[in-house]
């Protein structure tokens, strides 16, 4: 149940036994080195999962013909690794040296061919390429539909795969439609309180919460919850999964206290029962840090935020995909704080990182565009700030991405034209950031606040006082409900309304 240090005591035992015992190049060796090689990797310490893996490789090597299907699955076991890493080029040579073993060696309609396609796919959607991975990922399901019985488990991780790559495109419908027939199978074929069961639910939920329907959300992620508490011991890493998953509907909700709470039993859990340098815990400090910055507790922010690159740096090496969602938080971060050169800095050094491990054009090197544009907006560079707006703007209208971001580009463009005095323009956008938050997002969320106090500040630069008092009441309303008091877009949006008032 996810107890890898005893896992790791017994390996480690069993193997010096065999060491002392067999020729340094006898294939049982390689067995124990995958065996201790697999539980470093569950641990997060891909260094020492690569060390044994590849020990178990080089026997391999020498003892098997080169076309050995043993052979291919030190291959996969290597690839997973460098997948794990984020290293995603060298995970995909990897995976498809195995692939080309597994074509010579075995019969087309073999399980690890399936599992070779699957390897493949997942790569592709790391790096957001969905064509791609729906082709991989359709191939591995093809051959499972011909040699498994149609409610058999393999066909629902199969049809979840599918739905992963869809619900990454924000095909949601697509995506729920893939996810709930592997639910009917894993009902089916499996008990009530199997945690594949809580995965899937886990997974209906992630599509409901991309929709904005939080309630259904909240009631998959709490049903998967409830198998786990049956189903696992109370330190397991699940269970921390879990209390991560509705955090990030209470984030995506606004309801940061509530995001908080989840946020921090999931980090204690991942604290006890995770290695100390496992990714897990860095992904836990971003997200506590993301509330805290949601929460104007900026200084609390920076220090989760430091925490998560601390881990980072243990795990993983400079330049890994990894450490730019955490360069991104920070620029924020300091973007909040008013600290413009430091924002670009971070901002820039998580451009860098998305141009180098993801293929052009990625949604998210257009979120990190718009921020660059909103930056230099801040500092009043208003055709620099354009211009990265326009950039992000010409992936996301062209790729399948979130629309939700789409939409923060749009009033990033409002605010920066209504700054121009380009008055008509900035309305243009405005509406079209609107209306998608509004048909996205639940009436009281603080995402609508934001654009409501800016189309205040437009109808009170254009002299329309009764339409900036409407709007700017709306975000007041809003922001009330869901902020502390003295939180700066509360602060702000108070500000912005005794301007409004004057004028009245």
Not at 341 to 360: H, R
Not at 478 to 487: C, D, L, M, Y
Request: aromatic share 14%; proline share 5%; net charge neutral.
């Amino acid at each position: 149940m996810g107890d890898y240090s005893r896992a790791l005591q017994f390996y480690e035992k069993a193997v010096t036994i065999k060491e002392k015992a067999l020729p340094p190049n006898d294939p049982e060796l390689a067995t124990y080195y995958v065996c201790i090689g697999f539980v470093y990797n569950n641990m997060g310490e891909y260094s020492k999962a690569l060390e044994f893996y590849e020990k178990a490789h080089k026997i391999r090597e020498k003892a098997l013909p080169s076309n050995h299907p043993d052979l291919a699955a030190s291959y996969n076991n290597i690839g997973q690794v460098y997948n794990s890493m984020g290293n995603y080029s060298k995970a995909l040579e990897l995976y498809e040296k195995s692939h080309k073993i597994y074509e010579k060696a075995l019969p087309p309609n073999h399980p690890d061919l399936a599992a070779s396609y699957n390897n493949i796919g997942q790569v592709y959607n790391n790096i957001g390429n969905y064509s791609k991975a729906l082709e991989f990922y359709e191939k591995a399901h093809q051959i499972k539909e011909k040699a498994l019985p149609p409610n058999h488990p393999d066909l629902a991780a199969s049809y979840n795969n599918i739905g992963q790559v869809y619900n990454n495109m924000g095909d949601y419908c697509k995506a729920l439609e893939f996810y709930e027939k592997a639910h009917q199978i894993y009902e089916k074929a499996l008990s009530s309180n199997h945690p594949s069961l809580a995965t899937s639910c886990n997974n209906i939920g992630q599509v409901y919460n991309n929709m904005g329907d939080y309630c259904k959300a909240l009631e998959f992620y709490e049903r998967a919850h409830q198998i786990y508490e049956k189903a696992l011991p109370l330190n397991h890493p699940d269970l921390a999964t879990s209390y991560n998953n509705i955090g990030s509907v209470y984030n995506d909700m606004g309801d940061y206290s509530k995001a908080l709470q989840f946020y921090e039993k999931s980090h204690q859990i991942r604290a006890t029962a995770l290695p100390p340098n496992h990714p897990d815990l860095a992904n836990s400090h971003n997200n506590i840090g993301s509330v805290y910055h949601d929460l104007g507790e900026y200084t609390a922010a920076l220090k989760a935020l430091q925490n998560a690159f601390r881990f980072q740096q243990t795990t993983f090496e400079e330049g890994n995909l990894q450490f730019a969602f955490t360069y991104s938080w920070f620029g924020r971060v300091y973007r909040s704080m008013k600290d413009y050169s430091k924002a670009l800095y971070y901002f820039e050094k998580c451009l860098t990182i998305f141009q180098q491990t993801l293929p052009e054009g990625h949604p998210y090197q257009a979120i990190t565009y718009s921020n660059i544009g909103d930056v230099h907006r801040l500092m009043d560079n208003y055709e620099i700030a354009l211009s990265f707006h326009r950039k992000a703007l010409n992936i996301q209208e062209n790729v399948q991405c979130n629309p939700l971001e789409c939409a923060t580009t749009y009033i990033n463009l409002g605010v920066t034209y209504r700054e121009m005095k380009d008055f008509s323009m900035a309305l243009t956008y405005f509406q079209k950031g609107l209306e998608i938050r509004e048909r996205k997002l639940p009436k009281n969320h603080p995402d609508l606040a934001v654009i409501y106090n800016n189309l205040a500040k437009l109808y009170f630069a254009t002299r329309q006082y009764n339409m900036a008092m409407k709007n700017v009441q709306q975000a007041v309303e809003i922001a009330e409900e869901k902020f502390p008091s003295n939180h700066p877009y509360l602060v702000d949006y108070r500000e912005t309304f005794e301007r409004i008032r004057k004028k009245l």
